[in-house]
């Protein structure tokens, strides 16, 4: 597994099913293209393909929480830049951030952060990460430096894009 990145980035396409009458994107939509591109991206980063993962070893991780900011519309046949990062790692849990753009990184549309459960399919309970996963994630986290919430971290986020 190639571990040579800490912001992930990719693009995606928002598409019409995706949209609401005024042609932006529906807000529950905007976890799911933040989800799907998390899950590309470390599989074609890190060769971390979670669902062979998940059937090799009986675990994988699911969602614990969210937390989203909508600042600007995402519209229809808009290409947008989808970056992602490991905030923070513990025994059970991963900390991600993820980020939309428009396609020129100048305007930020959301940002999410989403917590992930490492979760045993047989018992269907939350479970600690082996010392093998412990230590291909460590290198990978991406501290906030200083730590702040989400409400600081957003407006952080909003005037890195004002510069």
């Known amino acids: 597994m190639e571990q040579n990145n800490k912001v ?3 693009t995606a ?3 019409f099913p995706d949209c609401d009458p005024f042609n932006h994107l529906n807000n529950s939509r905007y976890i799911d293209y933040f989800i799907n591109a ?3 991206q470390i599989w074609k980063n890190y060769d971390l393909n979670i669902y062979a993962y998940g059937k090799q070893h009986g675990k994988s991780w699911v969602v614990g929480s969210n937390q989203i900011a909508y600042l600007k519309p995402a519209m229809l046949m808009e290409q947008v830049v989808i970056q992602s990062t490991l905030l ?3 025994d059970t849990d991963l900390h991600v951030e993820m980020t939309m753009w ?7 549309k959301a940002i999410l952060w989403s ?3 490492h979760f045993n399919l047989m018992t269907q ?6 010392n093998e996963l412990m230590e291909y994630f460590e290198p990978l986290v991406n501290p906030l430096d200083p730590v702040v919430d989400f409400e600081q971290r957003v407006q952080q986020v909003r005037s890195y894009n004002a510069k």
């Open 38 to 40: 998390r899950e590309d």
């Open 8 to 10: 992930l980035e990719s």
């Open 115 to 117: 917590v992930f459960v």
């Open 102 to 108: 428009n396609k020129d990184k100048t305007q930020l």
């Open 13 to 15: 396409l928002i598409r």
């Open 125 to 130: 309970k939350r479970d600690n990460h082996s």
């Open 88 to 90: 923070k790692l513990t």
